[in-house]
């Protein structure tokens, strides 16, 4: 059984699915999770992750009841299927609370890719201490993190956007076929805008990554599309007529610009693994005083994963109130042309890539998942 309760986690947890698979083929799968989950499984989820996935303090508290009713359905199916594993993916605030019923009813465990709790909510550790059997991380520094905190059941088994950007990097379309799918027909060269999956980030960070990337009219700016969210939102948001906007190809849009705004997240990490220089951005309400609360919430130095995996600040990251389209515009300059900070930031990739070594994550979990039976 698996609980997956985001896009992200269906993606993943589908991969980890096929493996399983290849281990024993009559293999048996219950799930909450999405399409992708329920190709790869043959059978349609308990619950499509639609239903599950809250942002936000405020949204939380409107869909409780909501939340209540996934949580004991969840149970429910625990107890009439009995799985012989259950395997949570990331969601943590769901996830966690099912594992204590789990455990406390005789199942076994296991987690998928560990909710980050090296940034923050370090307490829920104490959950993860009692009730979790196993965990299977994507990211090599939390191996270390764990253990020194007296939990040794950690395994770094590969991080999956490696083998991802391996295989979109080796099927990747010449540049001319590219911007012709795409309609783009300016021959400059181009700055990537990542600003996010969800509709708040992209309000927020769209508009400074346009305003920045204006100041090099040298430069074309196009934005990579996330798959859930229509054209005419970002239309709406940008207010620009002329807007460029890339559909389905984002890797590929990373690996043909000079570089790339990015709010902050796992976009951070894939744009590194194509090698394409980056600022992250991340503005949410850009108040100086949110962004002081969370300097006190975080417990990391850094919050962009190529800096987390590599240790030092191989990428900038502007947070907050300091995400404003002047730094912007001083951290991209640099990375527009040859100069140490651009060569820093590949130097700083390739580390990346060499700590992130080459296993196939979710074959990897497969192979743990049954060894630990």
């Known amino acids: 059984m698996l609980i997956a309760g985001e896009a992200s986690g269906d993606l993943h947890a589908s991969r980890l699915i096929d493996e399983l698979k290849k281990n024993d083929a009559a293999a048996d799968f219950r799930f909450f999770g999405g ?17 599950l996935n809250v942002m936000g303090f405020s949204e939380v508290i409107r869909r409780l009841p909501s939340i209540f009713r996934n949580l004991r359905r969840a149970r429910e199916l625990l107890i009439e ?3 012989d594993v259950l395997i949570l993916v990331d969601f943590p605030g769901f996830n966690l609370k099912l594992a204590r019923f789990a455990s406390r009813h005789g199942f076994r465990v296991d987690y998928y890719i560990s909710p980050k709790i090296w940034a923050w909510k370090e307490w829920r550790l104490r ?6 059997s196993n965990i299977y991380s994507i990211l090599p520094f939390e191996v270390d ?6 939990y040794d059941h950690v395994t770094y088994v590969g991080n999956p956007s490696v083998e991802e950007i391996d295989y979109a990097m080796g099927h990747i379309a010449p540049l001319k076929h ?5 309609g783009i027909s300016d021959p400059r060269p181009m700055i990537a805008l990542v600003p996010g999956s969800r509709r708040g980030e992209i309000r927020n960070n769209l508009p400074l990554m346009i305003e920045a990337a204006k100041h090099y009219p040298e430069f074309q700016y196009v934005v990579a599309a996330a798959p859930a969210i229509p054209e005419i939102f970002y239309r709406e948001v940008a207010q620009d007529p002329g807007l460029k906007v890339a559909f389905g190809a984002t890797p590929t849009l990373i690996k043909y610009s000079t570089a790339a705004l990015v709010t902050s997240g796992t976009a951070t990490l ?11 951005c991340y503005r949410a309400n850009g108040r100086k005083w949110s962004y002081k609360v969370m300097e006190k919430l975080l417990k990391v130095k850094y919050v962009s994963l190529p800096n987390l995996i590599v240790g030092n600040s191989i990428v900038p990251e502007l947070l907050v109130h300091k995400c404003t389209v002047h730094n912007i515009i001083r951290e991209l300059a640099p990375l527009l042309q040859p100069s140490p900070r651009r060569e820093w930031q590949i130097n700083g990739y390739r580390l990346m890539r060499r700590r ?3 296993s196939v994550a979710p074959r990897y979990a497969a192979e743990m998942i049954f060894s630990n039976d």
């Open 35 to 51: 399409d992708l989950m329920a190709a790869r499984a043959g059978v349609a989820p308990d619950l499509h992750y639609d239903n």
């Open 81 to 83: 299927y009995r799985p």
């Open 356 to 358: 992130l070594g080459t």
């Open 127 to 132: 959950s993860i201490r009692r009730y979790v």
């Open 270 to 280: 894939e744009t590194a693994l194509v090698g394409t220089p980056q600022v992250v």
């Open 145 to 150: 993190f764990y253990r020194r905190r007296g």
């Open 178 to 182: 590219f911007l012709e799918r795409q």
